[in-house]
C-alpha cells in the first residue's frame, strides 16, 4: 500500500525526465515574455522606430526590420499571437474532438458510424492541403486561422477517446453506475471523462505542437495572420526574398529559433507526461 | 420454506440471443444463445445459487436481472410488478433501479480508480436521495462498519486497498442504496483463496442481518452450496438441476450435477471416492448448440432419446430417509432435474 | 484475404463520396471565381456567356452530379485559368512529386530504421538520448525554416547546391543535374518525417524485445545478434509498414510547403498557385486524389500487416 497520491506520483516521476523539467522551465520564461510584452518590449511593435533594415545594435538588440520597426519588440508580440493561436485551437479540437468521441464511443451504433466515417473523411485529406485550402477560401485572418486549425485537428482526439470510452463502458465501475440508477451524465462526465484525461492530455501536448508549427507555415506563405500583426510565421515570410535571407540574417533566424524552441519545449513535455501519467509505470 | 410466500423476483422463460454479425457488409449471421428459456424464482430472504461452467449464461442471467441489459424474451417479475414494464417509466426505473444491486466478479475495475472511496459512496446514496450532505458521511461510515472497514478507508483511492477490501467496498456500495436484492456476479473467484472465506462469511452474514435476498453466481459448486439455501445448475444456457442446496449436494441426479460434484475436492482421503468420472471435452457452441439434450455430447449415459428429445425440467420425488420422516415435508419443494434418464434410473432403482 | 480486401474498399467507397461532398461543399463557401473576372473591362454579358460556358448558371448539386459524373468518365474538368484538362495537368505535375515523395521516403527510412533500432537495442547509453534528442528536433523544426537555413549555408554562403527548380535553365539536364537540385529539398522532407518515425520504431521495438519469446531465444543461448536479426526485425516489419502508412499524407501536404520553397515544379507548386487563383476543378482534382492516395495507402498498409503478422484478424 502506498499512502502517495496520484499527483505525487505524477509530479515525482516526472522529474525524473531532466530535460523536460528543463523545458518547463524555458516554457515558463517564453510565456511570461510573451504575457508580459506590453511591459517589456522597449518599442511598439507597429511603431518605426529606426532606420531601415538596421543590424542588431545596442539600441536595437535584434535589429529593424525593413520599414524600422524593432525586431526585438515584434518578436515579443508575435509570440503572444502564435502562442495564442496554437493553444486556442488545440482547445478548440479538443473539445470537438472529446464531445464527438464520447458520443461515438458510448452510445455506439448509428451515431458511432456516421462520426467515424466523417472522421475517416476528414483525417483522409493530407492536412496542409485542407488548411491552405481553408485558408484561401475563408479569407486569412487570426480568428479564421484559429478556426481552420482547431477544425482540421480534433480527428485524432475524437478517435483516441473513443477507443477509451469503448474500453471503460466495459468496465465494472461503469457497470456498476449504471445499476445504481447514475443519470447519463454523471457517468459521461463524472466516470467516464476523469478517467481519459491523462491519454487526452499528452495527445493535447502534440497538438498544441503541431498547431504552432503549422500557423508558422501557413504565415509563412502568406495565408495565416495577416500584417501588419506580426507572428512568429509571418517575421519569417521576408526570408522568401533573397536580400533578407542573405544578409539580414537578424530578420528571420530569431522567430525560427522561437519556433523551434517553443515546440521541442513541448514535445519533450508531453514525452514526460505520457510517462507520468503511465498507468503501468512505477 | 414457506410455498405460499410470494417469490421477489420470478424468471419466466427467460431467453437472451446475442447476434454475432460478420459478412463482407455487417450483418447478423446468427445468434449467441447465452440465455435460451429459463425460468425460476427466488424467495424474500433466501439465497439461490447459480453454478455453471464459464460461458454457460449464469452471469448473463445476472446482468438482466439488474437491468444492465434487457432480455431477449420472457419476463422478469419484481414482486408484483414486469420489470420490463417499469423500466419504461423512469420515475419508477429510477426506484427499482435501488433496489436492485450487483456485486461484481473483479474488484480492481469495479471501482473508479480516480475517486475517493467517500464520492464513490457518497454521489449515488446522495443522487437517491438515501441521506443528505449532512449525514451522508456517518450513513457512509455505518455501512463500512457493517462489512468490516474502518473509517480511515473514506479518504482514500481504491488503489491502496488489497482485493479483498476492494470487494467489501464493493458490496458496501452495492448495500448503500437500501437493496432488496443483490446479484453476486461470481464475487471471491477473482480474490486469494484465504479471503475467500472471508467474503463468503460477510455475505452470508449480511443477509441475515439485513434480511437480503441473494443471487450468488458461481462456478465452483462448494462456495455456492456454503452461502446458498437453493441451487440451479446451468448447463449451455439452459437450467438443467434445481432444487434445495442441501438435496442438490447430497442427491445430485443430473449427470452433469454429478460431474461438477466429483469435481470438488474432498479435504478428508477416507471420504474420496475411488473412481473419479472426468468429464471429457468441452462446453459446447452457444450460437449452435447439440439438439436434444445439450449435454449429450459430454454425457457417459447418453442413449438414442437424448439426442433428438429436449428434456423438460421434471420434479423428484423427495428421497426418504429411514428415521428421518420429518424431514418429507421439508423436502417438499421441488427437486428437479431435466434428464428423464437418470430420473427413470431413479424411479427403476438401477440409477445411482 | 480477397474477402477482407473487398470489405476494406467497399467500406472505403462512402468515405470517398463524402470526401468528394465536403471538397464540393468548401468550394461552394468559396465564392464565384467570376469575382476574379470582374473589372471594368469586362463586359456584363462577357460575365454571363462565361457563367454559362462553364456551366455555373446551375444549382451547386446538378454541378456536383455534373462534375461526378465526368469523374467516372476519367475527367476531372478543366482549368479555369489554362483550360487545360485537370487530368493532364496533374499527369503533366505528378512526376517531379512522386520523384520527390518516393526518395524522401527512402531516405526518412534510411535514417530512422537503423536510428529507431539502434535506440531501442541500446536503451538508456548516450547514444540513445542522442538519437532521441536528435528525433524531437525533426519534429520541431517547421520544414521551411530548415528549408532557408539550407539555403542560406548550402547556396549562399558556400554555393554547393542550386536553390530552385528541377534542372538547371538552359543546359542539358542530366540525372547528375536533377539529383543535385533534389538534395536540399529531400533533406527537409525526409528529416522532418524521420523525427517522428525513430520514437515510433524505437518503442515497437522496445516492446518486441522485452516479448518470452525472445527471452526464450536468449536462454537458448542464441547469440544476441541472431536474436536480434532473426527473431525481432522479422516483427519490427509491422511498425516499419505501419510508418510507411503514415508518411504518405504527411508527404503530400508536406510537399506542397517544400515545392513552393525550392520552386520544384511538382503538384505542390501546381496547388498553390491554383489555390491563388481559385481555380476550383485544379483543386478539386488535387484533393480528390491525394484523398484516394492516402485511403489507398491505408488500404495497402492494412493488407501488408495481415500478411506480415498472422496474429491479425481479418475481420
Keep these: 500500500m502506498n499512502s502517495e497520491s496520484y499527483m505525487q506520483t505524477v509530479i515525482r516521476r516526472f522529474r525524473r525526465h531532466h530535460l523536460a523539467a528543463v523545458s518547463l522551465l524555458v516554457l515558463f520564461v517564453i510565456v511570461a515574455a ?110 479564421n486561422i484559429i478556426l481552420i486549425l482547431g477544425f482540421v485537428d480534433w480527428p485524432g482526439i475524437a478517435r483516441l477517446v473513443r477507443g477509451n470510452v469503448l474500453n471503460l463502458r466495459e468496465t465494472n465501475f461503469v457497470k456498476g453506475n449504471i445499476v445504481a440508477g447514475m443519470p ?53 515570410n521576408g526570408a522568401q526574398s533573397l536580400t533578407v535571407l542573405t544578409t539580414q540574417p537578424w530578420l528571420w533566424i530569431p522567430p525560427g529559433l522561437v519556433i523551434i524552441t517553443v515546440v521541442m519545449a513541448i514535445n519533450f513535455i508531453g514525452d514526460a507526461l505520457r510517462d507520468a501519467l503511465d498507468p503501468n509505470g512505477c | ?184 456476479d461470481e464475487p471471491v473467484s477473482a480474490l486469494d483463496v484465504s479471503i475467500q472465506a472471508q467474503i463468503l462469511n460477510l455475505l452470508k452474514e449480511l443477509q441475515k442481518e439485513l434480511g437480503l435476498t441473494l443471487l450468488f453466481v458461481g462456478h465452483g459448486l462448494g462456495a455456492v452450496h456454503y452461502v446458498s439455501s437453493r441451487i440451479a445448475v446451468m448447463y449451455l444456457g439452459k437450467i438443467v438441476e434445481y432444487g434445495p442446496a442441501a438435496e442438490v449436494f447430497r442427491n445430485p441426479v443430473h449427470p452433469y450435477t454429478r460431474a461438477l460434484l466429483e469435481a470438488v475436492p474432498v479435504p478428508d482421503p477416507g471420504e474420496r471416492k475411488t473412481e473419479h468420472r472426468l468429464l471429457q471435452g468441452e462446453i459446447g457452441n452457444s450460437t449452435n448448440p447439440p439438439a436434444g439434450c445439450r449435454f449429450h455430447p459430454r454425457c457417459p449415459y447418453a442413449v438414442e432419446q437424448c439426442r433428438k428429445e429436449t428434456p423438460m425440467l421434471c420434479g423428484i420425488a423427495p428421497q426418504k430417509k429411514e428415521g428421518t420422516g420429518g424431514q418429507d415435508r421439508e423436502t417438499a419443494p421441488a427437486h428437479m432435474a431435466a434428464c428423464p434418464v437418470a430420473l427413470s434410473g431413479l424411479e427403476e432403482g438401477k440409477h445411482g | 484475404m480477397g474477402k477482407y480486401i473487398l470489405k476494406r474498399i467497399l467500406v472505403a467507397i462512402p468515405v470517398l463520396i463524402g470526401i468528394t461532398i465536403i471538397d464540393y461543399a468548401i468550394m461552394c463557401l468559396a465564392g464565384s471565381p467570376l469575382q476574379m473576372l470582374q473589372g471594368p473591362r469586362v463586359s456584363e454579358a462577357a460575365v454571363e456567356a462565361k457563367k454559362i460556358a462553364l456551366g455555373l448558371d446551375q444549382p451547386a448539386y446538378i454541378q456536383y452530379f455534373v462534375w461526378l459524373g465526368q469523374l467516372l468518365h476519367g475527367n476531372l474538368g478543366y482549368s479555369m485559368k489554362s483550360y487545360q484538362s485537370v487530368s493532364s495537368m496533374i499527369g503533366s505535375h505528378i512526376g517531379p512529386t512522386l520523384l520527390l515523395m518516393g526518395v524522401s521516403l527512402i531516405v526518412s527510412l534510411l535514417m530512422a530504421v537503423p536510428a529507431g533500432i539502434y535506440s531501442a537495442i541500446h536503451q538508456y547509453s548516450k547514444g540513445d538520448y542522442a538519437v532521441v534528442t536528435l528525433s524531437f528536433l525533426g519534429s520541431s523544426v517547421p520544414g521551411f525554416f530548415l528549408s532557408l537555413l539550407l ?66 531465444a536468449k536462454a537458448k543461448g542464441i547469440g544476441r545478434f541472431l536474436v536480434i536479426n532473426k527473431h525481432a526485425l522479422r516483427n519490427a516489419l509491422v511498425p516499419i509498414i505501419t510508418v510507411i502508412g503514415m508518411e504518405i499524407p504527411v508527404l503530400f501536404g508536406g510537399a506542397v510547403i517544400i515545392e513552393q520553397i525550392f520552386s520544384w515544379p511538382g503538384l505542390g507548386l501546381m496547388t498553390m498557385s491554383a489555390i491563388s487563383n481559385r481555380d476550383y476543378p485544379v483543386i478539386m482534382g488535387v484533393c480528390l486524389l491525394s484523398a484516394v492516395v492516402v485511403l489507398a495507402a491505408n488500404l495497402v498498409t492494412d493488407i501488408l500487416y495481415a500478411l506480415v503478422d498472422p496474429t491479425i484478424q481479418l475481420d
Design chain 1, 34 to 143: 510573451a504575457l508580459l510584452a506590453p511591459v517589456i518590449a522597449p518599442y511598439d511593435p507597429d511603431e518605426l522606430a529606426g532606420p531601415f533594415s538596421g543590424a542588431p545594435s545596442r539600441e536595437f538588440w535584434l535589429g529593424t526590420d525593413q520599414i524600422g520597426r524593432d525586431v526585438l519588440s515584434r518578436l515579443l508580440y508575435a509570440t503572444r499571437i502564435s502562442l495564442l493561436v496554437g493553444v486556442m485551437a488545440t482547445v478548440i479540437s479538443t473539445v470537438i474532438g472529446v464531445i464527438l468521441g464520447l458520443i461515438a464511443g458510448y452510445f455506439g451504433g448509428v451515431a458511432d458510424m456516421v462520426i467515424m466515417r466523417f472522421t475517416d473523411m476528414v483525417m483522409s485529406f493530407p492536412y496542409i492541403l485542407l488548411v491552405l485550402v481553408a485558408a484561401a477560401i475563408f479569407k486569412p485572418g487570426l480568428w
Design chain 1, 184 to 236: 447519463l451524465r454523471h457517468i459521461l462526465f463524472s466516470e467516464i471523462l476523469p478517467n481519459t484525461v491523462a491519454p487526452i492530455l499528452i495527445y493535447a501536448t502534440s497538438v498544441l505542437a503541431l498547431s504552432i508549427l503549422d500557423e508558422a507555415a501557413l504565415s509563412f506563405l502568406g495565408q495565416g495572420v495577416q500584417p501588419p500583426t506580426a507572428s512568429l510565421g509571418n517575421m519569417l
Design chain 2, 1 to 184: 420454506m414457506d410455498e405460499k410466500k410470494m417469490p421477489l423476483i420470478r424468471v419466466e422463460d427467460m431467453k437472451k440471443y446475442y447476434p454475432s454479425r460478420g459478412g463482407i457488409i455487417m450483418h447478423t449471421t446468427g445468434y449467441v444463445k447465452a440465455v435460451d428459456g429459463v425460468s425460476f424464482e427466488i424467495y424474500e430472504g433466501e439465497t439461490l445459487g447459480l453454478v455453471g461452467e464459464s460461458g454457460c449464461g449464469k452471469s448473463t442471467i445476472g446482468r438482466q436481472l439488474v437491468g444492465l441489459e434487457r432480455p431477449t424474451a420472457g419476463n422478469i417479475w419484481y414482486r408484483k410488478d414486469n420489470l420490463d414494464a417499469l423500466y419504461r417509466n423512469r420515475k419508477e426505473m429510477r426506484r427499482v433501479r435501488t433496489k436492485l444491486q450487483m456485486v461484481f466478479q473483479d474488484p480492481y475495475s469495479s471501482l473508479n480508480p480516480r475517486k475517493h472511496i467517500y464520492d464513490i459512496l457518497a454521489q449515488p446514496m446522495l443522487y437517491h436521495h438515501i441521506s443528505d450532505k449532512a449525514y451522508v458521511e456517518r450513513d457512509i461510515l455505518k455501512i463500512l462498519d457493517m462489512v468490516g472497514l474502518p473509517k480511515t478507508t473514506l479518504g482514500r483511492y481504491p488503489h491502496e486497498f488489497s482485493g479483498g477490501q476492494r470487494q467489501r467496498i464493493g458490496i458496501a456500495k452495492a448495500l448503500s442504496l437500501n437493496p432488496e436484492f443483490i446479484v453476486c
Design chain 3, 151 to 216: 539555403i542560406y549555408l548550402f547556396t549562399v554562403r558556400l554555393g554547393w547546391l542550386p536553390s530552385s527548380g528541377m534542372t538547371t535553365l538552359g543546359t542539358q539536364s542530366g540525372a547528375g543535374d536533377v539529383a543535385k537540385h533534389m538534395v536540399m529539398p529531400v533533406l527537409v522532407l525526409s528529416f522532418s518525417m524521420a523525427g517522428s518515425n525513430i520514437r515510433y520504431i524505437r518503442s515497437a521495438m522496445l516492446e518486441i524485445l522485452q516479448q518470452d519469446y525472445l527471452r526464450t
